[in-house]
């Protein structure tokens, strides 16, 4: 079958179109700049890509401009729109309503609607995709899959907060964390690489890229992640500041002469490494600066290395174990510095990491020792595979 994977956001259209039998890719690509002029990038394995500027005045236009591509005589990977058989949708939040993924309906649809306000930045972009793909492939089988599903097995003592009650209640104040569908598929592949039982393996997955969280995985089931109730708690990140004592807002308000919004944006897009080192929110950046002696961009790195080891010992301890470290997205997968600092405070665990293993980059690797008390591994995400798998179980 081949599966469509769309991610919409409120200006970009990420795909794939992907064979799930052979899980190979046919073709990927990326849509910019949508209601503001245009561009398309379209890879399509094993042909030469396409870049254009094409007017895009809508997501329905970049739909449509990704299907003729798909299909094009030359730069095209199938004969005809008839072959894509489903299509896989990335919703970045299911609120409470979705533990799992499904099948498009106008219900789901009115349900997913529903969580808008819990992120109104993403998910009415989200589902303008969806829209927009409804139109252009009638009668095709669609499925939303969630970036908070995977959470939704958290306990109440890691998912709520110390906040009057009602707060839940009446506005859903909790923790719901995101990148649940890369946290799943790294915890889902940890055991078959290593050949064990994952109901008894306890993993803690880091998923360190541009944006950043930390899961703790008991016996398959997220138990609590570094995420909440939107993606800027938790780790320190490219731009968004992590955790954060509350009170830090209305004092820089008042200073800056900003509202509450103004300064949470400050938190989401202007803080985190970046903020810090006034150098980049990229690692690559970061550590060259950080060489050349910028004494910010050093501690930048410092300081996500801190965080990162801080919270992976919470939840070695929430979870009374951990057997498993995975690394993964941009920085876990690519930047071994990254890594080996992380594990040189979790020695008390018993961890050693084997230098000449912590020099791969983007590969499934055991990077401890043969006797390390705990396994460290990387293990390269694939949110889209992911997406298309879950798709395909949903359809079929
Ligand atoms: P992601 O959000 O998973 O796509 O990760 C993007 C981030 O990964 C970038 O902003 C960089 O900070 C980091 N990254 C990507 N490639 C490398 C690399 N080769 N070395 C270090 N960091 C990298």
């Known amino acids: 079958m081949k599966v469509l994977v769309m991610n919409c956001g409120s200006s970009s259209l990420k795909y794939q179109l992907i064979d799930s039998v052979s899980e190979a ?17 379209h890879k399509p394995t094993g042909k030469d890509s396409v870049a254009i500027e094409a007017d895009m005045p809508s997501h329905k ?30 919703v970045v939040h299911g609120g409470e309503k979705f533990a799992r993924s499904v099948v498009l309906n106008g219900e789901v649809i009115a349900e997913v609607e529903k969580c808008n306000e819990l992120a109104p930045l ?21 499925v939303a899959v969630f970036d908070t599903a995977f959470h939704q097995t958290m306990p109440k003592k890691a998912y709520l907060y110390g906040l009057p009650y009602e707060y839940y209640e009446k506005y859903k104040v909790r923790r719901y964390g995101f990148h649940g569908t890369s946290h799943s598929y790294v915890s ?67 200073k800056e002469g900003l ?7 400050v938190l989401n ?28 961009a050093a501690a930048a790195l410092d300081i996500f290395c801190y965080r990162v080891a801080k919270y992976v010992g919470s939840y070695a301890a929430a979870m009374n174990g951990v057997d498993v470290i995975a690394f993964t997205a941009g920085i876990g997968e690519n930047d071994a510095n990254v890594r080996a600092e992380v594990c040189a405070y979790l020695g008390y665990l018993g961890i050693a990491i084997d230098g000449e293993a912590n020099r791969c980059r983007g590969e499934e690797k055991v990077i401890s020792t043969a006797d390390s008390k705990v396994t460290v591994m990387v293990v390269p995400t694939n949110e889209e595979l992911a997406i298309a798998r879950e798709t395909v179980a949903l359809v079929q």
Request: charged share 20%; glycine share 14%; aromatic share 2%.
């Open 25 to 41: 890719v046919l073709a990927k690509g990326l849509c910019e700049r949508i209601g503001i002029d245009g561009r398309l990038t």
């Open 122 to 142: 993403h998910n009415p972009a989200n589902l303008i995709g969806i829209n927009a793909c409804q139109e252009l492939m009638p009668g095709v089988p669609m």
């Open 259 to 265: 509202d509450v919004g103004g300064v949470v944006n």
């Open 269 to 296: 897009k202007k803080s985190g490494v970046q903020g810090i080192s006034g150098v980049s929110s990229d690692f690559r950046d970061l550590d060259t600066a950080s060489r050349e002696g910028n004494e910010r």
């Open 61 to 90: 236009a970049a739909v449509s401009l990704v299907l003729s591509h798909l299909t094009d005589p030359v730069c095209g990977v199938i004969r005809d729109l008839s072959e894509i058989e489903a299509v896989g949708h990335r």
């Open 188 to 254: 889902k592949r940890v055991p078959e690489i290593l050949n064990r039982d994952g109901a008894s393996l306890k993993t803690i997955v880091c998923h360190l890229g541009n944006g950043s969280s930390i899961c703790a995985v008991d016996g398959g089931q997220s138990v609590d992640t570094s995420m909440g109730f939107t993606p800027l708690e938790g780790l320190v990140m490219g731009t968004r500041s992590g955790d954060l004592d509350p009170a830090v807002l209305e004092y820089i308000a008042g």
